[in-house]
């Protein structure tokens, strides 16, 4: 078996897991028997999908990988969607765009699913509809007794609550049912500036984006392109700021909208935003589907992006050298900030903006990398999203940083109730209430 296939690793290297079983389920009753196992000799359970976000290695614990579970299914007269444990939004794409709806997805169409939705999820549509687990109906999932449940906010709310946020602290979840949107088309793309324009760009930035409707989400990723063939000739090798544009509104008010950033000087070098059917939303972020790669992620909440906010990214990513690392700026806001209609545990809803560095694990790199999120703090909400977090940030003082305080103790009582003995641990735990180890 090569590595790539290795059910023990996922796309990010930074752990690497030597568990004591390996379960390479193919549905529900293979999840089951994983817990129950896991249970009978008295195992932690970890759950690998496509492996983005890794946090903890599985040692000695049984690791169910779900790659092999990629199921969707479409109800386009009720707009829903059923997803298996292993799919990714390529998956769901596949089955919805066809009807002219939109799942709530990432801006990475190889990314998982549900990791995905129980880290919360802000995506393309998030500013317009919120979270993308605010829109999950129906969960089915199997918890630390070996029990396969169905969960819903009229069966089970606290357990509803605690799962859309909770990540997968209190169960294997088998599949969910998410609401789509009628969204066809996407008026996006994106404006690739020179590094020398980054400045410009920046505080242009920080001014537009106040006036900006909720119908338009925008992110700025501050990196140095790939010296590959198959990277455009304009950009081969070269540090940029990627402006990334996704509106989901009529393309010519679309146009109207991007406009002034189009007039920017330095121009872009690149301009691919373009009315494009939604089937396309993955070359907005123009991510590219990885070979295996080690990367500590980590993130930060911001509060507001004033003029000293820019000044101070500006200085600690040296953006005329593309910096040490990737670096992006995600607009919130909007939907974002209001609670849901169905309540959930996700936190940072009075986020502006998020701050998502991305380093590869020389000291050198990480020590920049630290430096820069914390001269941002003035900023910070102090905050962090649990799906932009690394393997740094596992730390039961980091894991609190993503709830309200409210929350968090809540989900403590609540992780005490469903998984006492923290079977579900290879992860960013949420420990038992009583367990302060």
């Not at 089915?140 to 169905?150: H, K, M, S």
């Not at 393309?251 to 009315?275: F, S």
């Not at 940083?401 to 403590?412: H, I, M, S, V, W």
Request: proline share 7%; with cysteine; aromatic share 6%.
């Amino acid at each position: 078996m090569s590595t790539d296939m290795d059910p023990r690793l996922g796309l990010n290297r930074a752990v690497e897991s030597h568990p004591a079983r390996v379960v390479e389920a193919a549905g529900d009753q293979d999840m089951v028997a994983a817990v129950r196992l896991a249970a009978d000799e008295k195992r932690a359970v970890g759950v690998l999908a496509t492996g983005h976000g890794p946090s903890l290695a599985a040692d000695g614990a049984v690791l169910v990988n779900t790659r092999r579970m990629d199921g969707v299914r479409v109800d386009a007269e009720r707009a829903t969607a059923w997803i298996e444990a292993g799919a990714r939004w390529r998956d769901v794409l596949a089955h919805t765009t066809p009807h002219g709806l939109a799942p709530l997805n990432g801006a990475s169409p190889d990314v998982g699913v549900i990791g995905y939705l129980t880290g919360g999820g802000a995506g393309l549509l998030g500013r317009r509809y919120g979270f993308a687990a605010d829109h999950v109906r129906r969960l089915r999932l199997v918890t630390a007794d070996g029990r396969f449940r169905e969960v819903t906010a009229d069966t089970d709310p606290d357990l509803f609550w605690a799962v859309r946020g909770g990540k997968d602290n209190f169960g294997l979840v088998v599949s969910a049912e998410v609401d789509l949107f009628p969204v066809a088309r996407l008026y996006g793309g994106g404006l690739y500036f020179p590094a020398e324009a980054t400045a410009e760009v920046l505080h242009a930035y920080a001014e537009w984006v106040r006036q900006l409707p909720e119908t338009m989400a925008t992110s700025v990723l501050l990196a140095r392109n790939t010296d590959l063939p198959d990277a455009p000739e304009s950009l081969r090798g070269r540090s940029v700021t990627h402006l990334r544009i996704a509106y989901s509104g009529d393309p010519a008010d679309g146009e109207r909208l991007v406009r002034p950033m189009r007039a920017l000087r330095p121009a872009a070098l690149l301009d691919t935003v373009r009315d494009m059917p939604y089937a396309d939303s993955g070359t907005i972020h123009h991510d590219p589907v990885s070979a295996p790669y080690v990367a500590y992620d980590r993130n930060v909440l911001l509060g507001e992006l004033t003029a000293d906010t820019v000044d101070t990214l500006l200085a600690l990513t040296a953006p005329d050298t593309g910096g040490a690392f990737p670096t992006e700026l995600r607009h919130f806001g909007g939907a974002y900030a209001r609670p849901p209609q169905v309540p959930n545990c996700v936190g940072g809803r009075d986020a502006a903006f998020s701050l998502f560095p991305r380093a590869t694990p020389e000291p050198g790199i990480l020590r920049r990398r630290d430096d820069l999120l914390a001269g941002l703090r003035p900023w910070s909400t102090g905050g962090i999203s649990l799906n932009f977090a690394g393997v740094e940030d596992t730390a039961p003082d980091r894991v609190r940083a993503a709830y309200t305080p409210a929350d968090f103790d809540r989900l403590r009582t609540l992780k005490a109730q469903h998984d006492p003995d923290n079977m579900f641990r290879i992860n960013f735990n949420i420990p038992p209430k009583g367990d302060d180890r």
